[in-house]
């Protein structure tokens, strides 16, 4: 059974990323919803989450998923949408190396066509392997992929860093992936 913290950031990610119209919740262009609107939409659901448990999950999530506007009145998701918005991360020069976490089912495909956004705007990529090694283990046993990063950027490719350290770019070709680590021990 999930705990309430997790299940509040899963409905949220759910409603923020995926699917407001199931909450009757409106983002804007840049993914932000009204946190009253959103505090309602979790008492019509029957989740025991007023404003203040809201806030306090926002700040303890340890991915930091979600973010509040400066003034607290609204909140987002970071990344990972499949509904249109138009975040406004920097584009910035990745490291030369970034890493994507997966599971051993999807690594042929992966090999064969590179990493893709699928249902999302954009792949995510973490800092450092054991993040991407979390990252892929809520899937199943982790595989932990290299990407040549900088080199990708040089061929043109725009990454982002959100404010939680997430890189997120478009699309990886097959070839800019370097390494196959599921043990981290390279």
Not at 95 to 102: A, I, K, N, S, V
Not at 122 to 134: I, N
Request: hydrophobic letters at 40%; a positive charge; charged letters at 25%.
């Amino acid at each position: 059974m999930l705990d309430k913290d997790t299940r509040l950031s899963k409905t949220l990610s759910y409603w923020l990323r995926h699917r407001p119209d199931a909450a009757g919740l409106v983002l804007d262009e840049q993914g932000w919803a009204d946190v009253g609107a959103v505090v309602a939409a979790l008492a019509r659901s029957r989740t025991q989450a007023g404003l203040d448990r809201l806030r306090t999950m926002i700040d303890r999530n340890d991915k930091q998923r979600f973010e509040l506007s400066p003034d607290g009145q609204q909140v987002r998701a970071r990344q990972g949408h499949s509904v249109a918005v138009a975040l406004d991360w920097p584009s910035l020069v990745p490291p030369d190396l970034l890493y994507h976490g997966t599971v051993g089912r999807n690594l042929d495909a992966i090999l064969r066509e590179g990493l893709r956004a699928m249902r999302r705007h954009h792949v995510h990529l973490s800092p450092d392997a054991e993040t991407a090694r979390r990252v892929g283990a809520r899937r199943g046993i982790p595989v932990v992929l290299g990407v040549r990063a900088r080199e990708l950027h040089a061929c043109g490719e725009l990454f982002f860093l959100t404010a939680n350290n997430v890189w997120l770019v478009g699309a990886v070709p097959p070839q800019f992936i370097e390494a196959v680590d599921p043990l981290l021990g390279s």
